[in-house]
Structures are given as structure tokens and as C-alpha cells.
């Protein structure tokens, strides 16, 4: 017996890529700029020849797999999911020397690799050579290949190049050095500076935790450095870190909700069932039960019972601005009987528009369209694979997709 695979290229999918491409020229800064515009056009024309063709026999329009195969069809012909991970990853860590990013340490007095806390892009370094003494210290480095120090950073000679940033020597302590670096962001923001980052309703009033080594010692009772408002953290390219978790049915069906069209970040876009950052003082696992209640009215009995640790995603995003967002989603999965409504997820605290039951195919097909949250799409390739949805028989790039769904985001 043999079962097709439904051919997804049809107008509507034509239509939604043309709309991201006619969205990228009056918003130049959405999650396809730049370079995807040329795939998404390269896609858009493809999906319009393809809905054009009568439907017959050849594999190469229709995609045949017996179903009795121990791993699923091929979901569409672009064979790959490839290009959805690389909206949310499409930075490179080998480029972080040629892109002119400067390292930031807690201390000029360690500056190895594995003391590298940030990334800070040119025109953020630009603000910190000329901020007022007392809150960042600077190396320089002439023409001459000298290296030197400066405490006073109001101005620098012309020939010199900035080598590294870190804390002033006497900001030693967690409180000290979040204190200097938030009220350096604060007045950036109160000065119009980095508006797309820290203007407005951008700015949360939440703090996240940064930690000595991003990937080491960290959590409750962690390694902490210090703490900085979460949407400045982007300034310094600094890591931040989330807990996603994916509810389902045992016949791979998805509880997706979607945000709400108020929200600061991605309004209307597709989520996870339930997200959230993690912030001062909360555990991945405790912050996951806070938000089930929060996004998803989910007891917290069921949360707590039924959340199942399932690993972590990594990656790192440049946006249109060129500032660095390395991050780290630690992911759960909840297993929903398909009957019991203390699984069903409603919107409770205004930040979920709705959710809907979707099957895993129609997921992918969302996520193709661009309907998705861009790292949330990422957390839901992870599942996919982690369930055997997505396997290297299906999946022509398997190795690569995994790989860097689990990086250290060149940090040593």
C-alpha cells in the first residue's frame, strides 16, 4: 500500500511568501531581511509553477513512501528544514573577528577565550569608549600592534583600535556591576539610542542573570556576574536564556497557540505551547510551571506531574542592526491524554490570543509559511527529531540541523 504526500505548494503558500517579501520593503528590520528575500523568492516562484501542474505519477511531483516505513515521508518538496533554522541561527561564530565585534570581560586583568561574557557590535562599542570614566575600561591597540589601557575612555586617538571591554577595575562586586551597567543602558534609552532594542515598551523591567561563563555553573546558586534589564542585554551580545515546552497527544498532535497582537515582540506570530525567559532567582523547571499558569492556565498539580525535561537548544541570531543574540532555550514536553480537559491549555494572562490542536505535518507547514516565532520553530524542529518525525532518512541535512541546534555558540 502506498500513501502520498500532500503537495503543500499551492497558491496560499505562494501568496504568503510574496506578502513576506512585499513586508520586508516597508519593514526592512522583520525576521526575513536581507538575505531571505532572495530565497523567499526563489521559493514564491516555485510554489506558483508548482500549483500550476497537473497532479500525476512521477516522484518528482509527488513524493511516494510505503506506509509501512519506520520513518515518515518527505513533509513537502523542499525536502528541508534547513532554511528554517537558519532564520533563527544565521550567525556564525567564526565571523565574530572579521564583523569587528569586541569581546567583553568581566576584568581587562583576564581576557582569555574562555573569559569572553559578551560580543559587543561597533556602534554599541562607540557609546562605551565615549561613556563617562568609572563604569567600563578599555585596551587599545595602536597601529603598531602596542596594546595599552585606558580607564578614560571620553576619547581615543585616531589610530587605535579597541581590543577589549570589560567592568572598571573597582566595580568587584554583583551589585556593583549591575548597578553601572543598567544605569549605562537606562540613559542610553532615555537618550534615543539603540531604539529598536531598548526604546519604548522594549524595555521589561525584568532582569536576567548573567554568569561568569555562560555555559558553565549556571542556574540558582550559579556563578552569577551580574544582572542587566533583558532587553539590554542584546547591547553586549550577552547569553540569555528561555524554557520552551511543546504539550502533545500521543498521535503526535501539538497544542499551538498564538500571540497576542498586543505583545512587544512578534505579535500574531505562531508560539510554543508554552515560553518564557528565565529570570533572577528562577530555575528552568520552575519557571516553566510559572508560565504554564500564566500563558496557558494549566494547573500547577498537572505542570509539575507531567513536565518532562527534554534537553536544551542553542544558537545565535544577528539581527537587521548587527547586535548578537546567542541564546539558550531549555525544552520540556507534556504529553496530553487526548480527553482531559485539565490538559487543555486557555489564555489567562493576556499574552495568547488563542491555541489550537494542530497536527505535526500542518506545524511544518506553519513553520515553512513563516507563521512562527523564529526561535520557537527552532524548539520545534528539536521535537521533531527527538520523536522521530524528522530522521536522516527524511531529512537531507539531519546532521547539520542537529549540530547546531546544540553548540556553545563560540563561547570556550
Known amino acids: 500500500m502506498r500513501t502520498l504526500v500532500s503537495n503543500l505548494y499551492k497558491y496560499p503558500l505562494a501568496r504568503r511568501l510574496r506578502q513576506l517579501i512585499h513586508s520586508n520593503v516597508e ?14 523568492r526563489g521559493m514564491a516562484a516555485r510554489a506558483e509553477t508548482m ?56 576584568s581587562l586583568e583576564s581576557t582569555q577565550p574562555q573569559d569572553i561574557i559578551g560580543q559587543i557590535a561597533p556602534d554599541v562599542a562607540e557609546k562605551i569608549i565615549s561613556y563617562p570614566t568609572g563604569t567600563f575600561a578599555v585596551r587599545l591597540v595602536d597601529n603598531s600592534g602596542a596594546t595599552s589601557q585606558s580607564l578614560d575612555t571620553s576619547s581615543l586617538p585616531s589610530t587605535t583600535q579597541v581590543e577589549a571591554i570589560a567592568f572598571d577595575k573597582r566595580l568587584r562586586t554583583v551589585n556593583d556591576r549591575s548597578e553601572a551597567i543598567e544605569r549605562a543602558s537606562l540613559e542610553w534609552r532615555n537618550q534615543g539610542f539603540f531604539p529598536r532594542a531598548i526604546g519604548g515598551k522594549q524595555w521589561r523591567n525584568e532582569r536576567y542573570p548573567i554568569y561568569v561563563h555562560p555555559f558553565k555553573n549556571i542556574g540558582v546558586g550559579g556563578e552569577v556576574a551580574f544582572q542587566l534589564e533583558r532587553a539590554a542585554c542584546e547591547l553586549f551580545g550577552f547569553v540569555t536564556y528561555g524554557a520552551h515546552m511543546t504539550m502533545y497527544t500521543p498521535d503526535y498532535r501539538i497544542w499551538v497557540p498564538r500571540r497576542s497582537k498586543t505583545k512587544q515582540t512578534w505579535p500574531g506570530f505562531l508560539d510554543n505551547s508554552v515560553a518564557g525567559g528565565i529570570p ?17 492556565n494549566l494547573a500547577e498539580s498537572v505542570a509539575r506531574k507531567h513536565l518532562k525535561t527534554a534537553g536544551v537548544v542553542s544558537y545565535i541570531f544577528q539581527n537587521a542592526q548587527g547586535k548578537l543574540h546567542p541564546e539558550v532555550k531549555y525544552v520540556y514536553d507534556m504529553l496530553c491524554p487526548s480527553d482531559d480537559p485539565a490538559f487543555v491549555p486557555k489564555p489567562l494572562d493576556g499574552e495568547v490570543e488563542s491555541f489550537e490542536l494542530m497536527n505535526w505535518e500542518a506545524v511544518i507547514e506553519k513553520m515553512k509559511a513563516g507563521e512562527f516565532k523564529r526561535n520557537s520553530a527552532l524548539v520545534l524542529i528539536d521535537f521533531l527529531v527527538r520523536h522521530g518525525l524528522v530522521v536522516p532518512e527524511n531529512e537531507p541535512n539531519y546532521l547539520e540541523i542537529v549540530t547546531r541546534m546544540h553548540g556553545r555558540l563560540g563561547f570556550e
Open 27 to 40: 519593514q526592512p528590520h522583520s525576521i526575513y531581511a536581507r538575505g531571505h528575500n532572495l530565497a523567499l
Open 51 to 106: 500549483a500550476r501542474k497537473p497532479m500525476h505519477n512521477h516522484s518528482f511531483d509527488r513524493i511516494a513512501v510505503s506506509s509501512q516505513s519506520s520513518y515518515p515521508g518527505l513533509i513537502t518538496r523542499a525536502k528541508t528544514l534547513l532554511p528554517i533554522l537558519e532564520v533563527a541561527d544565521n550567525f556564525k561564530p567564526a565571523d565574530l573577528a572579521t564583523k569587528m565585534f569586541v569581546p567583553f570581560y568581566l
Open 280 to 296: 533572577v532567582g528562577m530555575t528552568p523547571f520552575e519557571s516553566m510551571v510559572k508560565e504554564c499558569k500564566e500563558e496557558a
